[in-house]
């Protein structure tokens, strides 16, 4: 019995001594997991296929970047789409959060649960450019009737619409005195003019500046031809469910870009002298010449 006694005595001794054991304690060391508890809410902005997908990243990236550096409590997503055609299907099904649409998708956006909140200045760049060889015998918009004409895409508003507006305005039918080739991007329009696979090409003032830049032996056998007058700049819009906060510091960061060293930098990649505030109503001139174009010419959403 005594043994028993003292067998279960020592027993609790050393379960007391390993409970209040200062190693014991020295020794733990707490884990935390690498993942913040509070995660982001990811909003992805949409930039329309100004360029190939790459080249948007380069352009449209520090953009973003800026609005992450500026904006903590969310976490914005640069998205590029590899056509015009996808870039609206993601639209429709209003995939982004917030986009740099084309003032003709600005319209549809409008009217399918986005709101204008702002658009790029420089109203005068919008509008579509004819291009031809400079050795081309093209002399007059009729000389035109039975070749062909090519364009980035049918929703393409300054480089698509606008320029077949203007050739309908100058007396040609488009859709039977002209064969038309859709060739998925500005610079594809203009690399078909250069190797004379078409005898007109038609885009917008930037792509064809840039294309004088990186490709300038190139662009020396081209000439701009005819161009068209200007409408409204491509807007910034937000998904309706957008908190109006949110809204409004996207707004004033991008307002404010003209006005230091840092912003200066990230528009002239675009290139851009500022960004401006806008509203729906900015474009009804838009509305106005979409109007005009469905009823003589075609209309752009057709398949």
């Known amino acids: 019995m005594y043994a028993i006694k003292y067998i279960w005595m020592v027993c609790s001794i050393l379960l007391i001594s390993a409970c209040g054991s200062d190693d014991a304690t020295e020794d733990y060391k707490p884990t935390f997991s690498k993942k913040s508890l509070v995660t982001q809410e990811e909003y992805i902005f949409g930039v329309h296929p100004l360029h190939n997908p790459k080249r948007l990243q380069t352009i449209y990236g520090p953009l973003v970047d800026y609005l992450n550096q500026h ?3 969310v976490h914005f997503r640069l998205e590029a789409s590899r056509n ?7 639209l429709d099904l209003k995939k982004f959060h917030f986009a740099l649409p084309n003032p003709y998708q600005t319209i549809i956006a409008a009217d399918n649960g986005y709101r204008v909140f702002a658009k790029m200045g420089d109203d005068e760049n919008f509008r579509g450019l004819i291009i031809t060889r400079k050795d081309s015998p093209l002399k007059k918009v009729s000389d035109l009737k039975g070749h062909k004409v090519s364009y980035p895409a049918p929703t393409a508003l300054a ?4 320029p077949q507006y203007f050739l309908y305005e100058n007396g040609l039918d488009v859709i ?3 064969e ?4 998925g991007s500005q610079e594809s329009s203009l ?3 250069y190797l004379s696979k078409v005898d007109a090409g038609a885009v917008w003032p930037l792509p064809w500046k840039k294309f004088q830049i990186e490709h300038k032996e190139r662009a020396d056998e081209l000439e701009i031809k005819w161009q068209t007058s200007p409408l409204p700049n491509n807007s910034l ?3 309706d469910d957008i908190s109006t906060s949110l809204v409004q510091q ?8 003209h006005t230091h060293d840092a912003g200066r930098e990230i528009l002239a990649r675009m290139p851009l002298s500022k960004f401006e505030a806008a509203n729906d109503k900015t474009y009804q001139p838009v509305r106005n010449f979409i109007t005009l174009f469905t009823q003589k010419i075609r209309d752009p959403r057709a398949k």
Do not use: P, Q
Request: charged fraction near 25%; hydrophobic fraction near 50%.
């Open 237 to 239: 819009i937000a998904r």
């Open 159 to 162: 480089a698509t619409m606008m």
């Open 176 to 178: 039977n005195d002209i």
């Open 250 to 257: 996207v707004k004033e960061l991008l307002l404010s870009l």
């Open 191 to 193: 690399m078909n003019t």
């Open 180 to 183: 038309t080739l859709y060739v």
């Open 84 to 90: 015009y055609a996808a870039y609206d299907e993601k």
């Open 71 to 73: 904006i903590k409590v």
